[in-house]
């Protein structure tokens, strides 16, 4: 009978040593499979990336267990600090010779306007095409007033409106979105590539000058100065 009960409880023991031998697997799985996979924005399209879709994975991993810092994604290398900064010092030294071939100071708006113009544009054409929505709507809106008034045009007509009307809400609503998100990010670039400069730049300072201005002088009012 002690041998039975005996074994009885080491086979319980065994299972329990197997499942939570499974969970820690599952889990260095789900720990894994962040760390090997490159952050789902690389390759995402503009409407999962600013509907936020690409952090369902994140969610069902913590309805199972606590999340580790393997579970989250690495920065995409885009948006990385050393290649913010490369980006942005390539460029203020490419227009900082030409200002001196011309004899001019170095200007921190042409070098912002030159390293991002691409950025500049694509959120301001959809700037512009929320704009272009919204001054549309009251036109249809109108058209859809009198359409309950007068009833002309047949039931078709009605729907037609009433899609057009749902189409231009989406689009005005979804250029928006985009444009809003394009801009965070533009702001997360800008302000890593201005603030690293601005702290490397000041690890060159001659001892006599880190003497009489210390480096937080510089470094503590870049995140100030760069959101600004």
Known sequence: MSNVSVGGRGSSDGNE?????????????????????????VKSFHLTQFMVFWIAPLFEIADKRQLLDTDV????????????????????????????SKGEKTSLYRVLVRCYFKEFIYSGLLQLVFMLFQLGQPFLIIEIVKY?????????????????????????????????????????????????????????????????????????????????
């Open 148 to 228: 309950v008034a007068t009833g002309s045009g047949g039931i078709g007509l009605g729907i037609g409106l009433a899609l057009a009307l749902g189409c231009v809400s989406l689009c005005s609503s979804l250029s928006l979105a985009t444009s809003l998100y394009l801009n965070r990010i533009l702001g997360i670039e800008v302000k890593a590539g201005l603030m690293t400069a601005v702290y490397k730049q000041s690890l060159n300072l001659t001892s006599e000058s880190r003497l009489s201005y210390s480096c937080l002088l510089y470094t503590s009012p870049s995140p100030r100065d760069a959101h600004e």
């Open 17 to 41: 040593t197997s499942a939570v031998s499974n969970n820690s697997n599952s889990s260095s799985e789900d720990a894994t499979t962040a760390v090997n996979c490159q952050h789902p924005i």
């Open 73 to 100: 994604w690495s920065l995409p290398p885009s948006l990385s600090v050393h290649s913010t900064y490369d980006k942005f010092w390539r460029t203020w030294e490419a227009v900082r010779v030409e200002d001196s």
